[in-house]
């Protein structure tokens, strides 16, 4: 059986890395047990580095670095090919970078809680856009055949 390939946001990620008992911690455990590959890219690595950091999380340099060793030996490391370009329905330039990501990458599913992204799913051909509790419950239930949901 192939391994998916996915693209998570960084609210994603950082839910996942610091907050043991959140609803997105069982992502951790899916990607260290080969469930699935998370997808990165310099920017979306620095982008997680740069959030973990922010002052209300308070966590030292040494917290981001273990935090970090809980995800970096699993990600697949993708160079992105020329500049991203401005997605118009999107509020936060940065997330352009993630949509770009996942459509050179080929990954099978982004996974976002953002309204944004998540309304972009019928306008871009290429990964599914998913829900986080969703991609959890594909993952959960076995099928790795997450759906699409409104």
């Not at 994603?12 to 959140?22: G, I």
């Not at 340099?61 to 699993?74: A, H, M, N, R, T």
């Not at 080929?106 to 290429?126: E, H, P």
Request: aromatic share 8%; hydrophobic share 45%; with cysteine.
């Amino acid at each position: 059986m192939r391994i998916l390939r996915v693209v998570l946001d960084t609210n994603c990620l950082v839910s996942a890395l610091l907050f043991n008992n959140a609803r997105l911690s069982p992502l951790r455990e899916y990607w260290k047990a080969g469930k699935f590959i998370p997808l990165a890219c310099k920017k979306t690595a620095e982008e997680l580095i740069r959030v973990l950091a922010y002052p209300k999380f308070q966590l030292t340099g040494d917290e981001i670095k273990e935090l970090l060793g809980e995800i970096l030996p699993f990600l697949e490391i993708h160079e992105l090919e020329g500049e991203h370009t401005a997605i118009e329905s999107l509020r936060d330039d940065s997330d352009a970078v993630f949509i770009h990501l996942a459509l050179q990458s080929k990954a099978d599913f982004f996974v976002s809680g953002d309204a944004d992204i998540l309304a972009l799913r019928n306008s871009i051909s290429g990964p599914t856009i998913i829900k986080p509790a969703d991609f959890l419950l594909s993952l959960k239930s076995g099928t790795g055949a997450a759906q699409n949901s409104a």
